[in-house]
């Protein structure tokens, strides 16, 4: 039997298989938990909108270009909760690998899929990796036949769809960065010198640093391995070709590897200061380096593998020299970041790399080469080569006609299949593991890294009515784009933070804090690092950090720690949000931390898809302002103190909620359960907990 592919997966990143032609988007974990239970997903029917796509991308452009300009697009448009589909006859021109690398961004573009249609170079990929022969050609009688191969030659009408249409010309794609702060804010790499420099000088925010003018050409002196460097605003610390986004796209990580090849031949280096790392995407990467003979050069500028999987992009970089690090933070330095990553947060890198850019895999190896991202390459040479003439960039990039001639000599299907082959059993190391046997884990009530959560303690058969919020006070009034990141990092965990106090009263030394990302299997430590962010903005306090006011007392403290007050005292709380609240990474702690808080209700201006529905997941209810209104329209500041009528969770889809101050100001917010279903979850206290009585119920 045959039958259209589709998947669900619990990272955001699984839009990557709609590259493939198969339909599948992203979940959080919270959901996926209760799919494993039996449960099944609920969604609104979605939009579509139309993303037609012409002409061919020109030389000295990427994949990673295209996908950028897609995602600052896209994200303007406004496409969350949206099926996206590309079509056109420029469609024909992308290798799959480029198209993954557009369907594998679609959470930073807000959209639920990027979707591409199936067509030639859909069975080409799977001759490339090792389909058996008679299924690929068995799969494309079977498509044809229904309709749903693309052929481009005029043959098929033009798709008509429920959305907006939106054109792109590849040929008008120019190379390009994204940042500081976000991965919708391009920009040409041509005009990147200007940027920075711009962003220097702007009020905080996110293209702003608010520096004084007096400061912008500071420099501060710093030894390293016995020789002074000068370190600037826009000094690179971290180079990171990095995430699944681009590390599986074969043209941009040899062309990588072919620059830094070429960068060596003319006497260049980078400096050894700069934490640089390569963590591809599958060890299938590491084949075909071999057999370009691109892995030596890259290991000499040292890009050596660190391993396969998220790594810098999602936090994982490891320490910069404490030279660095001390250069940065004495001298209040804006230092820089360049990833070949899908999330550049502020936080998510490195807590001490405010600038932090995306970019393409050899403009990574640009960039530290030249140590700056204060820089013009048009002008600026990249460095000096043995003999000291000036090197340029352009003299040492490599051709797309050149990639593409590697690329094609490099990759052969026996890598795949022998890759694939043994992917279930895992390296030596895991299958030395001493596992334990039986049905129930047995809990290690001493481990700082697996811990029994407290989710189902107070779960009763029945259930009960959902009591009204009076006198909730405001942890957290923030702004726009309040990422999961912000909300619950997943990067170092900083000392003198809540969970690092946990960490010290337990005997853990700073050295093996660790960070919140491998200890997320502690919801002692994720509750106290939930809005642990270092760069977090709340309005209801002066400094950037991970602070807040607790109303009751004036004083200002620790998030966590107010939370926790609030608690003892048996006083409920909200947040107040901007627009985009919850994008980003999938990421469940960001909802199940909140609830571990006290969290009882958001009101938000927007939210992402995911992180709504794991709000709801965790009896969190999400509400929004009506369109045109906020915290700032209303006049709240978060000092003051809410009452807002669940109705004894008997609410409904998309109805009103009345929330009422104690400053006398009434309004009405959203309602955002979207489905029958999640009302019966949040009457439940959360997906979960209706699992579990369902099962019970049954049984």
């Known amino acids: 039997m045959l039958y259209p592919d589709s998947v669900v997966g619990t990272d955001s990143h699984t839009t990557m298989i709609n590259g493939l032609g198969v339909a599948g988007w992203g979940v959080g974990g919270i959901e996926a938990e209760a799919v494993m239970l039996g449960q099944t997903i609920s969604m609104v029917l979605p939009e579509v ?146 940027d920075f420099t711009t962003c220097l000088t702007n009020k905080v925010g996110f293209k702003g640093f608010g520096i004084a003018e007096k400061d912008i050409a500071k420099t501060v002196k710093f030894q390293y391995e016995g020789k002074e460097y000068n370190f600037n605003h826009g000094t690179v610390v971290i180079g990171a070709i990095t995430s699944c986004t681009n590390t599986s796209n074969p043209d941009v990580m040899l062309a990588a590897g072919l620059l830094a090849k070429n960068a060596l031949e003319r006497g260049l280096t980078t400096f050894p200061y700069i934490k640089k790392s390569l963590s591809p995407g599958s060890h299938v990467v590491t084949e075909y380096y071999k057999v370009a003979g691109v892995q030596d050069a890259l290991d000499k500028l040292g890009f050596t593998t660190a391993g396969y999987g998220c790594m810098t992009c999602i936090g994982n970089s490891g320490e910069i020299p404490d030279a660095v690090q001390d250069a940065i933070i004495k001298n209040d330095m804006v230092a820089a970041a360049v990833l070949s990553g899908n999330r550049n947060f502020e936080g998510r890198v490195h807590p001490h790399t405010r600038a932090n850019y995306l970019a393409s895999p050899p403009l990574v190896v640009a960039y530290c080469l030249a140590g700056t991202v204060d820089i013009d390459f048009e002008k600026t040479p990249v460095g000096k080569d043995s003999k000291g003439k000036d090197v340029f960039l352009k003299e040492i990039w490599p051709t797309r006609d050149q990639v593409t001639k590697v690329t094609n000599g490099s990759i052969k299907p026996e890598m795949f299949t022998a890759t694939y082959s043994n992917i279930l059993k895992g390296s030596k190391m895991w299958q030395e593991l001493d596992a334990p046997s039986g049905s129930l884990y047995s809990w290690d009530e001493s481990s700082t890294y697996i811990h029994n959560p407290p989710f189902f303690k107070t779960t009763e058969n029945e259930l009960k009515p959902i009591n009204n919020l009076k006198g909730a006070h405001c942890l957290l009034n923030m702004g726009d784009s309040i990422t999961t990141d912000h909300i619950s990092p997943a990067g170092k965990i900083a000392k003198n933070s809540p969970a690092a106090r946990y960490l010290a009263e337990r005997g853990i030394a700073e050295k093996d804090f660790n960070s919140y990302g491998s200890r997320r299997g502690n919801d002692e430590i994720m509750a106290r690092g939930t809005f642990a962010n270092t760069r977090m903005i709340n309005k209801m306090v002066e400094k950037v950090g991970p602070t807040t006011k607790h109303i009751p007392s004036g004083k200002e403290m620790a998030i966590f720690d107010a939370a926790h007050e609030y608690q003892k005292a048996g006083l409920d709380t909200i947040i107040l949000a901007g627009k985009e609240y919850g994008s980003g990474s999938s990421r469940d702690w960001a909802a199940k931390g909140p609830y571990l808080q006290g969290v009882k209700a958001v009101i938000a201006q927007s939210y992402e898809r995911i992180h709504r529905s794991n709000l709801v997941g965790m009896g969190i209810l999400p509400m929004q302002f009506k369109d045109g209104e906020s915290a700032e329209t209303h006049g709240l500041n978060g000092s003051e103190k809410f009452d807002i009528d669940m109705q004894g969770g008997k609410l409904k889809v998309g109805q009103d909620v009345v929330v009422k101050t104690s400053t006398g100001k009434t309004f009405t917010a959203v309602c955002r359960l979207d489905t029958d279903p999640e009302i019966a979850y949040f009457q439940n206290g959360g997906i979960l907990h209706y699992v579990l009585r369902k099962l019970k119920n049954q049984a």
């Open 49 to 194: 909108v139309g993303f037609k796509l012409t002409g061919d991308l020109t030389q000295g452009t990427t994949a990673t270009d295209l996908v950028l300009t897609c995602v600052e697009m896209l994200r303007k448009r406004g496409v969350v909760g949206k099926f996206v589909e590309f079509y056109g006859p420029g469609v024909r021109n992308l290798s799959l690998a480029d198209r993954a690398t557009i369907a594998n961004m679609a959470p930073e573009y807000g959209a639920t899929m990027g979707y591409f249609p199936i067509d030639d170079r859909t069975m080409e990929y799977l001759r490339l990796t090792g389909r058996d022969e008679g299924h690929v050609q068995l799969i494309e009688k079977y498509l044809r036949q229904q309709g749903m191969f693309v052929t481009y030659d005029g043959s098929q009408a033009e798709p008509v769809y429920s959305g907006d249409i939106m054109n792109l010309d590849l040929g008008s794609v120019q190379p390009c960065l994204s940042g500081p702060k976000r991965p919708h804010d391009r920009v040409n790499f041509k005009d990147m010198k200007k």
